[in-house]
């Protein structure tokens, strides 16, 4: 069954430090997504990403975020400067238009700690 | 705005039946879903309902889709020790992101 690999699984960074979350959808999917959950709280969209633009973001994803798709497989969520209360879970997902969030992928998630 | 609105915890006996409720706002809902996530894993898609039906059964899931009062619920029948974990409540229009809501904990009594 194909699948969203999302590396590293934990990542633990110092304030103020870039760190730069990797995904790989799957292959003929066209629309990616990150989201993310605060320990204990719920999941929060973040960021869709179509076409090589973002299609949408939300209030959280600030200009201390930017999505990539350098190569044509990898799909990177860019924090610039890390703030302790990025630490979270991110997950990535990935779907085809027309099949709704019915056929969104997600990735097992990359947890963030910021000390 | 998109609101999802479900209950944060349900504790159930091994062997009954599970009901876990969900509201949500947006009646241009075009999917709504039931995620379920284990400690410390990722996000499960268990199952899910187009807006136009009003019921779907799968094995021991049955979800219930009320339109009209914006009710979605998911019953798991049996329920076992395995089915301990946080149900999410999610939905979303047509090639739109996914709203959740907060996720039920699901408790399973010995």
């Known amino acids: 069954e194909p699948e969203v690999t999302q590396t590293p699984s934990h990542q633990v960074t110092q304030m103020g430090q870039e760190v730069i979350l990797r995904c790989v959808p799957i292959?003929?999917?066209?629309?990616f997504y990150w989201y993310r959950q605060i320990l204990g709280q719920k999941v929060e969209f973040l960021v869709s990403?179509?076409?090589?633009?973002?299609?949408?973001k939300s209030e959280i994803f600030d200009d201390q975020f930017s999505v990539e798709r350098p190569d044509g497989s990898n799909f990177t969520l860019k924090i610039r400067s890390t703030k302790l209360e990025d630490s979270a879970m991110y997950f990535c997902?990935?779907?085809?238009?027309?099949?709704?969030?019915?056929?969104?992928?997600f990735g097992q998630g990359t947890r963030l700690t910021v000390v | 705005g998109e609101d999802v609105e479900q209950s944060l915890f349900l504790s159930v006996r091994e062997g009954d039946s599970s009901v876990i409720n969900c509201t949500y706002t947006?009646?241009?809902?075009?999917?709504l879903y039931w995620y379920k996530q284990e400690p410390g894993a990722g996000l499960q898609l268990l199952t899910y309902?187009?807006?136009?039906?009003d019921m779907k059964q799968d094995q021991r899931l049955t979800v219930l889709l009320n339109k009209k009062d914006k009710h979605l619920s998911l019953r798991i029948a049996d329920t076992q020790t395995g089915d301990s974990a946080i149900y999410f409540c999610?939905?979303?229009?047509?090639?739109?992101?996914?709203?959740f809501g907060k996720g039920t904990r699901l408790h399973i009594l010995p």
């Open positions: 947006d009646s241009s809902s075009t999917y």
């Open positions: 997902a990935s779907r085809n238009p027309g099949t709704g969030g019915a056929g969104a992928f």
């Open positions: 309902i187009f807006s136009n039906m």
């Open positions: 999610a939905e979303s229009r047509r090639d739109d992101k996914i709203i």
């Open positions: 292959s003929n999917h066209l629309y």
């Open positions: 990403f179509y076409n090589n633009e973002i299609s949408e």
